[in-house]
């Protein structure tokens, strides 16, 4: 098996790549190692000293490290973790962790609105977020504000704030004149 690397905007975070589907279908965010007992991956990528956040998409694993880890030192552990899972044969997730998460619900008097947001989202900003090792999904819509969750690379990326304002609040705008601002979210 050969894991290929790529790096991201995000410093922090490196992309790998194993060459076979991690998820089926949506995207699982591990900001912390809180949780990550849902996914026999992520717990074992944990298990490398100096690994702050785990993410997977359709096809990659994004790893965030702490500053004080070099990915010289950390980056073949990461690697050896991930080889070692897709030979054990486990499954990337547990159980109903597997449901893909995405987009927050969202019912009332704005829902045609929120329903033309998603839409760009999911056509338009997640596919190019994801060549970074991330996902953006909508998190909610009150008084023209969209409000943003960025998981993965995107999650602390320096370049995160420029791409939010002038990327995806101006692609927003620009279609649904409802839209004033955008603004990112916590977990």
């Not at 096809?59 to 690697?79: C, G, Q, R, Y």
């Not at 969202?106 to 090792?133: C, F, N, W, Y």
Request: hydrophobic share 35%; charged share 20%.
């Amino acid at each position: 098996m050969f894991i290929q690397t790529e790096s991201t905007p995000n410093p922090a975070t490196l992309k790998f790549l194993p060459g076979q589907t991690v998820l089926e279908t949506g995207t699982a965010d591990f900001p912390t190692s809180e949780g990550a007992e849902k996914s026999p991956l992520a717990d074992r990528i944990f298990k490398v000293q100096g690994v702050n956040g785990v993410f997977f998409g359709n096809d990659f694993v994004t790893v965030t490290k702490a500053d004080s880890a070099e990915w010289d030192h950390i980056k073949p552990a990461i690697l050896g973790a991930i080889m070692e899972h897709f030979q054990s044969g486990k499954p990337v997730m547990i159980g109903e962790a597997s449901a893909p998460s995405g987009h927050a619900e969202h019912d009332g008097e704005d829902s045609e609105i929120v329903g033309q947001i998603k839409e760009l989202l999911d056509t338009r900003v997640r596919p190019a977020v994801a060549q970074d090792g991330g996902d953006i999904t909508f998190h909610g819509f009150d008084r023209g504000v969209v409000y943003l969750h960025m998981q993965g690379a995107c999650a602390g990326c320096p370049s995160s704030t420029i791409t939010l304002k002038m990327g995806i609040e101006n692609l927003l705008r620009h279609y649904i004149p409802e839209v004033t601002e955008v603004r990112p979210v916590g977990v």
